[in-house]
């Protein structure tokens, strides 16, 4: 069955070093987006790409990073720079950059920084 | 981006119809309206979505206001597995917004 995969579904970081979340789909989907959700919170935009080699910063961008390089796959890395970091990670996907197709979401990473 | 309001929380019975409202008075014509639920640590789930007409499909029914501020996401029959937060979402573009969405508990 077509999906998003997400992995690992927890994750622990010390302080200070970057670490990557795996996000993979065989949908053929050209968008995807990473969010992040915390507690009792909504989802909140971190990056987003439109196709490969390409991707914009969603609202809050800062401390992450993200790359593109094949069509199936986003990964987001979480840098010493994001200072609260523990959170619930979401990837999405969209056939297209107008999403009015809906979305597909992975099951999520859970980070926590020890 | 339209904004949209939805009650915190709401409880049903089990096997009895739910509907969860949402106003979204701020839509714009080519805005779809989606609605997506949230079981706890787990992805959300697309649920329906339309634009103008009514929409059914094997999850729920969604009934859209004719000047399209408001919808209603209809569970004909609530199950405990229904017991997740919905969120309504007008969607145009390539981004999309989640409020905080209504959490339903299911009463057994």
């Known amino acids: 069955d077509g999906g998003i995969t997400q992995s690992p579904k927890y994750l622990f970081r010390k302080e200070g070093q970057n670490v990557t979340l795996s996000c993979e789909q065989n949908?053929?989907?050209?968008?995807m987006y990473w969010y992040r959700q915390d507690p009792g919170q909504g989802l909140r935009l971190i990056y987003y790409s439109q196709i490969v080699n390409d991707f914009q910063k969603g609202d809050i961008a800062e401390g992450y990073s993200v790359s593109r390089e094949k069509k199936e796959s986003f990964p987001l890395t979480v840098t010493s720079a994001q200072k609260n970091p523990t959170a619930f990670y979401l990837c999405?996907?969209?056939?297209?950059?107008?999403?009015?197709?809906?979305?597909?979401f992975g099951s999520g990473t859970r980070l926590t920084v020890v | 981006d339209a904004k949209t309001t939805q009650p915190n929380s709401m409880e049903s019975n089990e096997e009895e119809p739910v509907h969860l409202p949402c106003n979204h008075s701020?839509?714009?014509?080519?805005?779809?309206i989606h609605w997506y639920r949230q079981l706890p640590s787990q992805g959300p789930e697309y649920v329906i979505h339309g634009l103008t007409s009514n929409v059914n499909n094997r999850m729920a029914s969604l009934a859209i206001a004719e000047d399209r501020k408001s919808s209603t996401l209809i569970l004909h029959r609530a199950t405990l597995r229904d017991a997740a937060v919905y969120y309504c979402?007008?969607?145009?573009?390539?981004?999309?917004?989640f409020g905080t969405g209504t959490s339903l508990t299911v009463i057994p």
């Open positions: 999405a996907s969209s056939i297209s950059a107008r999403g009015i197709y809906g979305y597909t």
């Open positions: 979402i007008p969607i145009t573009g390539n981004q999309f917004y």
């Open positions: 701020t839509i714009s014509g080519t805005d779809y």
């Open positions: 949908l053929n989907h050209d968008a």
